[in-house]
């Protein structure tokens, strides 16, 4: 059976062109609340996670113990990721077909990806498992400072592609971009006129 290489993009178009996607688009305030939700829950989980992080780099919190830090902090910070995923998942849902080919939204899903990827290790792996030996030390073990590090480093990278989503320098319609970058985005330029 043949793949057929344009699926995503006619599934987004038609996405893009039901009702519930034209009317939070278009809407006077809808696109901007659920906008407004998304930056405000994307503060709230960064700036915890970035506590975190620094506890376990040691930069910040020495003497407190990171259970009690975990304890605290991880309802919340929960509670704003799924707000943020559910805000985004709207956003993308009011602008499915230009967000799909946006370079920078395909960036911020793999980094996505691979911070998930970084906290389950964490919390899941041996490490976090064995939170009571290294509770209260101000130093936390080399593990434990790659995983905050590399946490910290992501989620910058996150923040920076998902500002840059507004911006349509490498949108499909662009047509000062390099067939590498139409690859990355996705575009299919087999039907357009070449200049």
Not at 133 to 159: C, H, M, N, Q, Y
Not at 170 to 190: H, L, Y
């Amino acid at each position: 059976m043949k793949k057929d290489p344009m699926f995503l993009h006619n599934l987004m178009r038609w996405m893009a062109d039901t009702r519930w996607s034209v009317d939070l688009h278009e809407s006077r305030y809808a696109y901007s609340i659920v906008e407004s939700i998304h930056v405000w829950t994307l503060c709230l989980f960064v700036g915890f996670a970035i506590l975190l992080d620094l506890r376990l780099l040691g930069v910040t919190l020495k003497s407190v113990p990171m259970s009690q830090i975990t304890t605290r902090i991880l309802p919340w910070t929960k509670a704003a990721f799924v707000l943020m995923v559910i805000s985004g998942l709207l956003l993308f849902f009011a602008i499915p077909l230009r967000t799909y080919h946006n370079v920078f939204f395909r960036l911020k899903a793999v980094l996505l990806i691979l911070a998930a990827l970084n906290a389950g290790v964490f919390h899941n792996g041996g490490m976090y498992r064995r939170l009571e030996e290294w509770d209260i030390a101000s130093v936390t073990p080399r593990a434990a400072k790659l995983a905050g590090a590399f946490s910290l480093a992501l989620w910058a990278a996150i923040v920076f592609s998902g500002r840059m989503i507004a911006y349509n320098w490498f949108d499909c319609e662009s047509p000062q971009k390099s067939a590498f970058m139409d690859t990355i985005a996705g575009c299919d330029r087999t039907n357009q006129e070449v200049p």
